[in-house]
């Protein structure tokens, strides 16, 4: 079991329900209410701004550059460094991840028992491929978490008591393989008080609290 050490605490004016690591190092945290905060790589600057909508997901880009930011109304990216909006995606989407610099992951509910997962080239936004997913549930959540192989990703479907699961997904080309990883068909992640599935850490109201 690979150990986990406290680097430091970086204390917060409002809640970090969502929360988003880029590969250089950068965290950005977010409330429900809109309210955010930019943390640089080595903790020493909080760069602090606000959105107009309410946030339910939230990805950084490899380098800390782009923030995306999943709305009840799509998707809006932004600079870190002028918190200007640069594009935006119109959908009815879940979560999104930058796979790497030139690989964006979405996933959007399309039927009760089905999601789209897609997977864009962010300058010209145009999709690469995509892949409806079968919701093992129906009515799932699912949430895009990073994978070691930069052209796959992993999605997390859970809907409370009914149970929780793992799929891999991987871009070939122009396709997309999703396997369902059998071997684990209970996650224990913890809900939030409207019953919506939280990821460990993505609670309280500073960065590095146990």
């Known amino acids: 079991m690979a150990a986990i050490s406290r680097l430091r605490d970086v204390h ?17 945290a977010l409330s429900p209410e809109g309210a955010g905060s930019l943390i640089s790589v080595d903790f020493q600057t909080v760069k602090d701004f606000t959105v107009s909508a309410r946030p339910q997901a939230a990805a950084l880009s490899p380098a800390g550059s782009e923030l995306a930011i999943v709305t009840t109304d799509g998707i809006r990216f932004f600079s870190t460094a002028t918190f200007e909006m640069l594009h935006r995606l ?3 989407f879940m979560s999104c991840l930058y ?4 690989l964006v992951w979405t996933c959007a ?4 028992r089905t999601v789209v997962l897609k997977a864009w080239e962010p300058e010209s936004w ?5 892949a409806k997913v079968a919701d093992p549930y129906g009515n ?4 895009l978490f990073a994978h070691p192989d930069k052209n796959s990703v992993v999605l997390w ?48 109201r500073h960065v590095g609290d146990g």
């Open 157 to 204: 479907a859970a809907a409370g008591q009914d149970g929780q699961c793992l799929l891999w997904a991987t871009l070939t080309g122009s396709a997309i393989a999703v396997t369902r990883f059998r071997s684990l068909n209970d996650t224990s992640h913890r809900c939030d008080d409207y019953g919506r599935p939280v990821a460990p850490g993505e609670l309280g």
């Open 140 to 143: 799932s959540e699912f949430s």
């Open 109 to 112: 509910r399309f039927t009760p």
């Open 90 to 92: 119109n959908d009815a």
């Open 12 to 28: 917060l004016s409002h809640e970090a329900r969502f929360t988003a690591c880029a590969a250089s190092g950068a965290v950005a």
């Open 126 to 130: 145009t999709p690469i491929a995509q």
């Open 99 to 102: 796979g790497r610099e030139n």
